[in-house]
């Protein structure tokens, strides 16, 4: 078994994630042999993406063009963080479990089963859209996102994404209340479906 590659799937507790693990990276690097000045771009590309995060928080009645932005600043920082933390990780020894907990890159022992892995996620309408969170899979890269929207018979592509969460900021098909259901589905390195789709989610865009 192995242990997942933790990341926070809300955003509240992403940023208290981020904050711990800047707070305490430096004396890990310390304790693992890596020059603390190797972790000045991580810190950077977390401080946008929290600086990001704040905004889209504070100005969530506009909405689209902050949850952008987070978004994109949110993708930078974890995909500059994973390999960064594989390296910290790779230092054994010194490197030790109690080490990655004090960064919070310890996430639980999760076996890999891409036969059975089975998306699980939560809408919620917030700043002009649908807020999709999803939680990620030791077996997968990335997520599979379809939707069906309110009269439409078959569901149909949205993203493949890889941090939860997404953001969907399609306009409704016609004026008034939108029904919208999406289902999700892991995929793995190869971009080939694995697993199980996830219960169909559902929720009412305003109109």
């Not at 693992?32 to 991580?42: E, S």
């Not at 929290?50 to 928080?57: D, E, F, V």
């Not at 932005?69 to 930078?76: M, N, P, S, T, V």
């Amino acid at each position: 078994m192995a242990k997942i590659d933790y990341f926070p799937d809300d955003m509240d507790s992403q940023d208290t994630w981020f904050e711990t693990y800047v707070n305490n990276l430096d004396a890990a690097l310390t304790a693992v042999g890596i020059p603390v000045l190797d972790g000045a771009p991580v810190k950077t590309l977390i401080g946008t993406a929290r600086t990001s995060l704040t905004k889209w928080k504070n100005t969530k009645a506009q909405g689209q063009s902050d949850s952008e932005k987070f978004r994109i600043d949110l993708k930078a920082a974890t995909n500059g963080m994973r390999p960064f933390n594989e390296i910290i990780k790779n230092k054994k020894p010194p490197y030790t479990l109690s080490i990655g907990e004090s960064i919070g890159i310890e996430g639980a022992v999760q076996t890999p089963d891409p036969t059975n892995a089975k998306p699980t996620g939560k809408l919620v309408f917030e700043g002009g859209g649908v807020t999709i969170k999803f939680k990620m899979n030791i077996a997968a890269t990335s997520v599979h996102i379809t939707s069906k929207r309110g009269d439409e018979t078959a569901f149909s592509f949205v993203a493949d994404d890889t941090n939860s969460p997404y953001n969907d900021f399609r306009a409704n098909l016609k004026e008034g209340p939108e029904d919208r259901q999406f289902i999700l589905q892991y995929k793995d390195s190869k971009g080939a479906l694995i697993g199980m789709p996830s219960e169909t989610l559902r929720i009412t865009v305003p109109g």
